[in-house]
């Protein structure tokens, strides 16, 4: 197997990351790769944990001088998000990514790369096996499930653990430290429907195109969603028209913004040109209200022979168009605190029609937790209004900014002295594992660094190699400062 990183610095770093491309590791899928970290404590004789779920904690005792130094915590996540073009082939349940490099960029083809969070891990497996490090006593901490719902965090026992400081490394803008972020939860919401046979011109809808990306990191640009482009889309033929629906799907992922949607459609042949025209006339419109932000939308209708389809009962049906067109989705509040940084939000990640009920699957983030409780308040009583149910997992907590932080410090000075301009201290919309840890670790100084990515959670997904660089050789400068 070709080895497309060796030669970048840091050696073992690109090392590591390039070994864990080649384990598959999506969320739900982190058995082998938490027992490859396993494994590589085992081989230098430290001492780990290693739980049912597959999170995974390694203890490095500290180094010759920092003894009395406090312990200090490293943390990342195990899992990555899959997504991959509509035309790739690639299987996430057991091939390895297709990785390779572009100037200053690792990127893989067609596919996520996995820098979230796996330069993390990447780093934290280098320091454990450098003997020539200085540094206080390490606790590295691996959790799995982060992206949908940070299931390891909420899971992991970290009695065994003294650290007084906690180094998250899933962030990805470096210069950028990181001090409070969003709390969340994913909330399903399920209705029930019914179908009868029907025959007529069959039709295939695709709305395609979009950018996607983070529905945290990114919800603030305006992309289009796809999933709610197609309520609008079949609002607006529903009104037009006279068509059934037989399948609707859109989206994989409750926590990345919606690039495609499919939906099939039953129509008479005399309906067939209107649909035709308003979808011509929709895109016309969709294009020119995303035109500087999601240039690319497009969408496709195409018609088959007549034929008999299983479609949607038409209560049913009005009534998930409804849901489309009056559930809430995205920025709802931005912080009156700090300037630019989104408050309150929900993304429409997924929606499919089942055998039995539409499901929509919404990812809520919010600061504020009165917020964050309104807006399932609100998806509660329209589900419910409409005569169906809902269910919600992965609730973690927000991060509040902690005043006076000598962490905080710290990395500002060594930051400053090493590159000769100030460390930002921001917030983050997204949610990190922080706030659940924090909870655990009552009085831990937190804060959360990483290197440059850029389009995490959709296959145009990079990581820069020299911003790598620097951002490890940052960490361990930090960790020899701890001594005092």
């Avoid at 029907?198 to 999933?227: C, F, P, T």
């Avoid at 995490?456 to 400068?477: G, K, N």
Wanted: aromatic share 8%.
């Amino acid at each position: 197997m070709n080895n497309r990183l060796e030669g970048l610095q840091p050696e073992r770093v690109f090392y590591y990351f390039e070994e864990l491309t080649r384990i598959p590791h999506g969320s739900g899928n982190t058995k082998k790769i938490s027992d490859y970290c396993a494994d590589m404590a085992k081989a230098h004789g430290l001492e780990y944990y290693q739980d049912e779920l597959n999170n995974l904690i390694i203890i490095k005792p500290a180094s010759a001088g920092y003894a009395e130094s406090p312990a200090v915590m490293l943390q990342g996540h195990l899992d990555m998000v899959n997504e991959k073009t509509d035309e790739s082939a690639h299987d996430f349940s057991k091939d390895p990514l297709d990785i390779d490099v572009d100037g200053d960029w690792i990127y893989a083809h067609d596919t996520t790369l996995g820098g979230d969070d796996g330069i993390a891990v990447a780093m934290m497996l280098a320091i454990l096996e450098d003997q020539s490090l200085a540094h206080p006593r390490l606790e590295c901490v691996f959790t799995i499930d982060e992206e949908v719902g940070m299931e390891g965090a909420a899971g992991i026992d970290l009695s065994m653990c003294r650290s007084r400081y906690l180094l998250n490394l899933d962030s990805e803008e470096e210069g950028i430290m990181l001090s409070s972020c969003a709390g969340g939860v994913r909330y399903d919401l399920q209705l029930p429907v019914r179908y009868a046979k029907a025959k007529g011109v069959r039709a295939d809808l695709v709305i395609s195109g979009l950018k996607g990306g983070h529905s945290g990191a990114e919800i603030d640009k305006q992309r289009a969603n796809a999933n709610i482009l197609m309520g609008r889309l079949l609002f607006r033929l529903d009104l037009e028209g006279d068509y059934s629906l037989i399948s609707l799907e859109g989206g994989s992922k409750d926590n990345a913004i919606t690039r495609t949607c499919r939906a099939e459609l039953l129509v008479d042949e005399e309906a067939v040109q209107t649909l035709e025209k308003e979808t011509a006339d929709f895109l016309a419109e969709i294009r020119n209200e995303y035109q500087t932000v999601d240039p690319d939308i497009d969408i496709t209708l195409e018609f088959k022979t007549a034929q008999q389809a299983q479609i949607l009962n038409p209560l049913d049906q009005e009534k998930v168009i409804f849901l489309l067109m009056q559930a809430p989705y995205g920025v709802q509040a931005m912080s009156t605190d700090i300037e630019g940084l989104v408050e309150t939000s929900l993304n429409l990640g997924v929606m499919r029609l089942t055998e039995d009920h539409f499901m929509m699957r919404y990812s809520i983030r919010s600061c504020i937790n009165s917020r964050k409780k309104l807006l399932c308040d609100k998806l509660e009583y329209l589900i419910q209004f409409l005569g169906g149910d809902f269910t919600f997992t992965g609730d973690y907590p927000e991060w509040e900014y902690k005043r006076d932080s000598n962490f905080r410090a710290l990395l500002a000075d060594v930051y400053e002295e090493k590159y000769g301009s100030k460390m930002q201290v921001q917030a983050i919309h997204a949610g990190l594992e922080c706030g659940i840890i924090g909870k655990k670790l009552p009085g831990i100084d937190m804060v959360s660094i990483g290197p440059d990515m850029k389009d995490i959670h959709t296959p145009q997904e990079r990581l820069s190699i020299s911003s790598t660089a620097r951002t490890y050789d940052f960490v361990c400068e930090v960790l020899k400062r701890m001594q005092n």
